[in-house]
């Protein structure tokens, strides 16, 4: 089992900065590449970005791209999202997640075994 706790959210100006970070417990956390997704309300959770387990490999969604970069301190068991330039249509409730199975299909929601509890951030105009 991996243990997730995300934090970091709040509410920001448009043009505001934020830094989510998700705190890993239980299993080796360098074992798993990481994602970040998000959830607004009345959608599905969609993919943010993704970071290889040593953390050489990043990918982006198109609307993360320049904006956003995720990091990951494997000696600390966390990740990172640094979002910078937000936007209103950033809010919504941002998850980090643990994938095993290697570096593919890291969009896809399914291929994640662990989940955090997530945690809001919303963008005001």
């Known amino acids: 089992q991996v243990q997730l706790v995300e934090s970091g959210g709040g509410l920001v100006q448009a043009g505001g900065s934020l830094r989510l970070s998700c705190a890993a417990s239980?299993?080796?956390?360098?074992?798993?590449?990481m994602g970040w997704f998000r959830q607004a309300p009345g959608k599905e959770r969609e993919f943010v970005a993704a970071?290889?387990?040593?953390?050489?490999?990043?990918y982006y969604a198109d609307s993360a791209k320049g904006r956003f970069t995720i990091s990951r301190d494997n000696a600390k068991n966390t990740l990172y999202l640094q979002m910078n330039s937000l936007k209103p249509e950033d809010t919504a409730v941002y998850y980090c997640?643990?994938?095993?199975?290697?570096?593919?299909?890291?969009?896809?929601?399914?291929?994640?075994?662990?989940w955090g509890q997530g945690t809001q951030v919303t963008v005001s105009s």
């Open positions: 239980g299993r080796t956390f360098s074992n798993y590449g």
């Open positions: 997640g643990a994938k095993g199975s290697g570096w593919n299909m890291v969009p896809v929601i399914n291929e994640y075994d662990y």
């Open positions: 970071i290889s387990r040593s953390g050489s490999i990043t």
